[in-house]
């Protein structure tokens, strides 16, 4: 059976030994680290410690009993919902009180449940879920809990972001939706349908398709039917190599076609598309890093190469602004509680607020979906002088091209959360 990996990095191993007289607070992620979507993992390790080594550089967090460094674990699920229960069940032995994941909806959900289970068995040694990534909206609507907050935004969230700018794009005519088959890409189709019917009811709907998630090697037969449907319009929600290859086919086979995605700014999607992609790619996120337009001396720009002198090398360039909002957010809630105790970091958080110079968020305590802005950015050329900062050294960088403020980002919830008495 596996077992979680320490990953407590050398920085706060020379401050525990002088300034901490206190055990690290520890942060349980679970994620795939091995298989097809390995990278998509291993860049959440990097963003994560890159987070964590900021906290403990300035003292950690500053608790009741004395300063206390923060300090990843990290388990490796192989993207299974099994295997994520057998490493929560050893977090829960370790009394990890936070558990973080992101790359899987279906996951996620089964830690919610999980988590519910185990703080009613066992109160003493509660758990919080806080998710990075896992975008299906019912997970802040009807599976809603206490226990869980997401600090990216939903699907619905993001989708209502592309399809904005959708609804000026005056050449989008006929759209494919293609995903990957569970529970994420299934809701991205369905309120991709929904909001281009309420928003631009004269697209046709060519294709609506679901396919194995981190099986398919060859994307040629699903381009093939993109190509015979006389699409104009891609929408997906595809990440890790399913995007990646899927680009690389319709690259191969001289689609010339428009892609609205979530994830297509990183992971290798600029790369592998290129050219074609130029002005035709689309991503959604809540901060890419030329958000600064240039200016050189702006706070976002030295955030971004601040993280690029500790990650230098081009292909573990792909920086998460979400997964640093949730490590700063959880440290001041701890602080704000005096305590690491599960229950009351998980109150601290409901409405917390973060803001710095060029990001807000505000935790939404109705259904614990964070709020914050959204850009919709579009791939260039570097060479061209329109975007400072590339992805990855590809040579393509993305403009930002549609900014929805936090107000506008946020959609109503359905979510009665049940709060522990």
């Not at 706060?12 to 901490?20: K, T």
């Not at 802040?140 to 699907?155: G, P, V």
């Not at 720009?301 to 700063?328: C, G, N, S």
């Not at 403009?399 to 107000?407: G, M, S, V, W």
Request: aromatic letters at 8%.
């Amino acid at each position: 059976m596996p077992k979680p990996k320490r990953l407590l990095t050398l920085l706060a191993l020379l401050i525990c030994g002088g300034a901490y007289g206190a055990e690290p607070v520890r942060i349980g992620m679970i994620e795939g680290l091995s298989g097809p979507f390995a990278n998509a993992g291993q860049a959440v390790v990097r963003n994560l410690q890159f987070a964590i080594e900021r906290v403990n550089a300035r003292g950690g967090v500053h608790l009741r009993d004395g300063a206390h460094p923060l300090e990843l674990v990290t388990f490796d699920n192989k993207q299974g919902v099994e295997e994520s229960l057998v490493g929560l069940r050893q977090y829960a032995d370790q009394h990890v009180r936070f558990v973080v994941q992101g790359n899987s909806s279906a996951v996620a959900a089964a830690l919610i449940d999980g988590i519910e289970k185990h703080n009613l068995r066992d109160p003493q040694h509660r758990m919080v879920f806080l998710n990075y990534s896992a975008v299906d909206p019912a997970l802040t609507n009807e599976k809603c809990s206490f226990w869980h907050f997401r600090f990216d935004a939903n699907a619905d969230m993001r989708m209502n972001a592309l399809t904005e700018v959708i609804k000026g794009d005056t050449s989008a005519k006929r759209v494919y939706i293609i995903g990957q088959d569970y529970s994420f890409g299934r809701q991205l189709a369905k309120s991709a349908r929904t909001q281009l019917a309420a928003k631009r009811p004269d697209i046709s709907i060519v294709g609506d398709e679901l396919h194995p998630i981190g099986k398919i090697k060859d994307f040629t037969p699903y381009i093939v039917k993109i190509k015979a449907s006389g699409a104009d319009t891609v929408i997906t929600g595809n990440w890790g190599n399913d995007l990646t290859l899927m680009v690389k086919a319709a690259k191969e086979a001289g689609l010339q076609l428009k892609f609205y995605t979530f994830y297509g700014n990183g992971l290798g999607a600029p790369a592998a598309i290129g050219d074609a992609g130029v002005g035709r790619v689309r991503a959604v996120a809540e901060w890419h890093p030329n958000t600064g337009e240039g200016t050189r001396n702006s706070a976002s720009d030295a955030y971004y190469q601040t993280f690029r002198k500790r990650y230098p090398q081009p292909e573990d360039d792909y920086v998460h602004l979400r997964m640093h909002v949730m490590i700063e957010m959880l440290a001041s809630a701890m602080e704000k509680a005096g305590s690491s105790e599960a229950g009351a970091v998980a109150k601290a958080l409901e409405g917390a607020r973060f803001r710095n110079a060029f990001h807000e968020a505000v935790m939404r305590a109705e259904d614990h979906q964070l709020l914050q802005p959204l850009y919709v950015s579009v791939m260039r050329k570097v060479s061209d002088g329109s975007v400072r900062f590339d992805n990855e050294g590809s040579g393509y960088g993305f403009k930002t091209e549609r900014y929805l403020p936090l107000e506008a980002s946020a959609l109503p919830t359905t979510c009665r959360m049940k709060r522990p008495e």
